[in-house]
């Protein structure tokens, strides 16, 4: 049973790994979180939770100046970076 069981856990990684998203993008033209617009992750703090990090910020739709930094702005300073152009979400 043991081996069966691993076998299937072996076998859903390897399917797993395979699905790339090459970009995220949500159609809105608000880009700060709340509660209408980003209902599921509303109060999260964990952003990479949900969202690649690989696959924010691709294309600047909306002609923000920031934009062009916001990846390295992630990098260098991780999540807290998020809430400069995003807002706090709702979390604490």
């Known amino acids: ?7 299937g856990l072996v ?3 390897v399917v797993g790994c395979d ?22 992750g509303y109060g999260q703090n ?3 939770y949900c969202h690649v ?8 739709r909306y002609g ?4 062009s930094s916001a990846k390295d ?5 991780g999540l807290s970076s998020c809430s400069l152009c995003h807002g706090d979400n ?3």
Not at 53 to 60: A, E, F, G, L, Y
Not at 64 to 67: E, N, V
Not at 73 to 77: F, H
């Open 1 to 7: 049973m043991k081996s069966v069981v691993f076998i």
């Open 11 to 13: 076998f859903w990684i």
């Open 19 to 40: 699905v790339r998203r090459e970009y995220e993008y949500y159609n809105q033209s608000n880009i700060t979180l709340d509660q209408q617009n980003h209902p599921h």
């Open 46 to 48: 964990q952003c990479f």
């Open 53 to 60: 990090k690989s696959n924010i910020h691709q294309v600047d």
């Open 64 to 67: 923000d100046p920031l934009f």
């Open 73 to 77: 702005e992630v990098e260098t300073n």
């Open 90 to 92: 709702g979390a604490p």
